[in-house]
Antibody, heavy 125, light 109 residues
Framework: EVQLVQSGAEVKKPGESLKISCKGS????????IAWVRQMPGKGLEWMGI????????KYSPSFQGQVTISADMSNNTAYLQWGSLRASDTAKYYC??????????????????WGQGTLVTVSS | DIQMTQSPSSLSASVGDRVTITCRAS??????LNWYQQKPGNAPKLLIY???SLQRGVPSRFSGSGSGTDFTLTISSLQPEDFATYYC???????????FGPGTKVDIK
């Protein structure tokens, strides 16, 4: 079965660092853009950034640029999201998602067709 | 930046009802619009891509329409498993930008 499997829930203190993972299972993520999406408690979905594992090309949402780092390790078929210094406001559920891209004529469509199960990150003193 | 709005923010409906959710973009986005369903505690699930194409495995009671700035997700006959929150999403390939709407929660009347 093709799926994205995320690492388990984390409880951290403000100022600590953290790296969570998203591993492809049943397929290679190397040629698919992998995005990270934040969902704060009771709130909506926010796109954070996206990486193309084959060449590590990475794009960040302006809202998250400089706040997090997205990386990938093709040898492990895994993408990562990391923080250098967590804040209480980073408490959220984080999803990874794989981007499907289709070209029709001059139009380039894309959508997130495969999602991880989410990783809950709780930051509290 | 393109902003996405949805209306209503929530609605109450009964099983069998026809439900319509609207999504509006702050500027013309052609048909670069997707719809997702999210149930509590679960990851989002793709329903509709490119404004009107039904994702494989999604029941045909779901349909999407629209282009430009105004889009609609319709559930023709609401089923118990459809009570969830629905998000529209604008996505561009070049440059890569992905903007979600604020969501519409559909609950039981």
């Amino acid at each position: 079965e093709v799926q994205l499997v995320q690492s388990g829930a984390e409880v951290k203190k403000p100022g600590e660092s953290l790296k969570i993972s998203c591993k492809g299972s049943g397929y290679s993520i190397s040629n698919y853009w992998i995005a990270w999406v934040r969902q704060m408690p009771g709130k909506g979905l926010e796109w954070m950034g996206i990486i193309y594992p084959a060449d590590s090309d990475t794009k960040y949402s302006p809202s998250f640029q400089g706040q997090v780092t997205i990386s990938a390790d093709m040898s492990n078929n895994t993408a990562y999201l990391q923080w250098g210094s967590l804040r209480a406001s980073d408490t959220a559920k984080y999803y990874c998602a794989s981007l499907m891209e289709v070209t029709s004529g001059w139009r380039h469509y894309n959508w997130f067709d495969l999602w991880g199960q989410g990783t809950l990150v709780t930051v509290s003193s | 930046d393109i902003q996405m709005t949805q209306s209503p923010s929530s609605l109450s409906a009964s099983v069998g009802d026809r439900v319509t959710i609207t999504c509006r973009a702050s500027q013309d986005i052609s048909s670069y619009l997707n719809w997702y369903q999210q149930k509590p505690g679960n990851a989002p699930k793709l329903l509709i891509y490119a404004a009107s194409s039904l994702q494989r495995g999604v029941p045909s009671r779901f349909s999407g329409s629209g282009s430009g700035t105004d889009f609609t997700l319709t559930i023709s006959s609401l089923q118990p498993e459809d009570f969830a929150t629905y998000y529209c999403q604008h996505s561009y390939s070049i440059p890569k930008t992905f903007t979600f709407g604020p969501g519409t929660k559909v609950d039981i009347k």
